[in-house]
């Protein structure tokens, strides 16, 4: 498997405690492991951390931030509900972003970025017929963003949609038994990848957008 594709719950090396554990927390949240509405325990997360507590607080406070937690005062912190209402509105700012975002891709990424593109689209494409869960798909969708986010190589831009497509991945988790396949939502990114390894940015740009048109067009037929 890719370097780009390996468990969401591995953060880089010399990444601060509390970093480790705002990535660990915030991806279980994004894969509803931690079911929405559950109540965030900042002692038993340090303890199962092996962290003292203020790490863990500092790491929910930015989880706060992303709308993956909400704290009520003398009730404590819990996991947000997943409000499919919110679609329409994350789906507007995603569809003006992602676009922009691979044609940056296109144009910016490194060639050892392109070759790690290419290899992702060619194990992506490999994957119709293969037993794999539906959340082991949807981890690979998050990573196969973020490689994108990071090959446009603007830091800002990165930060909001790595938020944005956070907050759409939890309706899609939110949403997977009614789902009647993942895999060809999740193939679909090759040629995407493929089109940003080439540096067509045009193409890149307009499958970014059909990519996100239809992941809210998929999620309205189910509700």
């Known amino acids: 498997m890719s370097a780009a594709l390996e468990a ?31 109540p965030i325990n900042d002692g038993q997360i340090a303890a199962e951390l092996g962290i003292g507590r203020t790490p863990v607080r500092e790491a929910i406070k930015r989880l706060e931030s992303d ?17 499919i209402t919110e679609l329409a509105e994350v789906s507007e700012i995603r569809e003006l972003l992602e676009p922009l975002a691979s044609k940056r891709a296109a144009r910016m990424a490194s060639p050892k970025m392109r070759d790690e593109i290419r290899e992702v689209a ?24 973020r490689l994108i986010y990071k090959a ?7 930060d909001v949609l790595i938020r944005y497509d956070n907050l759409a991945t939890r309706i899609w988790c939110h949403m997977l038994e009614r789902m009647p396949s993942v895999t060809g939502h999740i193939a ?13 940015e045009d193409r890149a740009s307009q499958l970014a957008l059909h990519h996100v048109a239809s992941f809210e067009e998929t999620i309205r037929k189910v509700l």
């Open 8 to 38: 969401l719950e591995t953060a880089p090396q010399g990444t601060s405690l509390a970093e480790n554990a705002y990535l660990l927390l915030r991806d279980r949240l994004i894969m509803l492991d931690i079911k929405p509405g559950a």
């Open 67 to 83: 709308h993956l937690v909400v704290s009520y005062p003398r009730r404590g912190t819990f996991a947000t509900g997943v409000d």
């Open 122 to 145: 060619a194990t992506i494409s490999g994957l119709e017929g293969q037993d794999i869960s539906a959340q082991d798909l949807m981890r690979y969708d998050i990573q196969i963003h």
């Open 152 to 158: 446009a190589a603007n830091a800002h831009l990165e």
């Open 188 to 200: 679909e990114h090759a040629e995407l990848l493929t089109a940003i390894a080439d540096g067509d």
